[in-house]
């Protein structure tokens, strides 16, 4: 069984994310938007430190609408970096906005981000890093990883017993269609 579908079942703060979100694909933009950022957040710190402070990432970045958020400029960078609800890190909030305008390019160029991830899937995770850096800051191998794991562009968010892998493979991840 994979490490998260061993601690995250029943726990109070990992326990309803990998139940109802963790695999589960998604076309939605702000999800979709959301869950890169929430990965960039979590760079260097625990996972349950960023699903704890979810709901203040989600007030301060205006509910990961990314037409909210590629309008912040420098007045909204000092408000959240003195904002002791979120992961205060100028690279991360700095990254969070630009990649919310290079979303937004996404729309004229594949109709927006579940566009640009459809017409590059199938890929391996290497090639998929190499194409993120490409597009995005601040997306590494691991942030990548997680995310397109997140969203079922990748196998292997949930174990083959874990008991919402069934659920998961049920919803058409994006993998099952290779």
């Known amino acids: 069984m994979s490490a998260y579908c061993r601690i995250a079942p029943g726990h109070p703060v990992h326990g309803p994310y990998h139940d109802t979100e963790y695999g589960f694909p998604s076309a939605d933009e702000t999800v979709l938007f959301e869950r890169l950022c929430l990965e960039i957040m979590q760079a260097g710190l625990s996972w349950e430190l960023v699903l704890k402070r979810r709901e203040g990432l989600r007030a301060a970045f205006a509910g990961f609408a ?20 979120i ?11 630009e990649n ?33 850096k490409t597009r995005f800051l601040f997306t590494g191998g691991e942030i ?30 994006a993998w099952i269609r290779v």
């Open 66 to 85: 990314v037409d909210r958020v590629a309008a912040f400029g420098a007045a909204d960078e000092a408000r959240l970096l003195a904002d002791a609800a």
């Open 87 to 97: 992961i205060r890190n100028r690279l991360k909030v700095r990254a969070i906005v």
């Open 100 to 132: 919310a305008r290079r979303v937004q390019a996404l729309r004229a160029s594949h109709g927006g981000f579940a566009g640009w991830l459809e017409a590059h899937h199938p890929r391996d995770k290497a090639a998929w890093v190499k194409l993120f």
């Open 144 to 173: 990548v990883g997680e995310f397109l794991l997140s969203l079922g562009y990748l196998p292997g968010a949930h174990a083959a017993d874990c008991p919402v892998a069934a659920r998961a493979i049920a919803a058409g991840p």
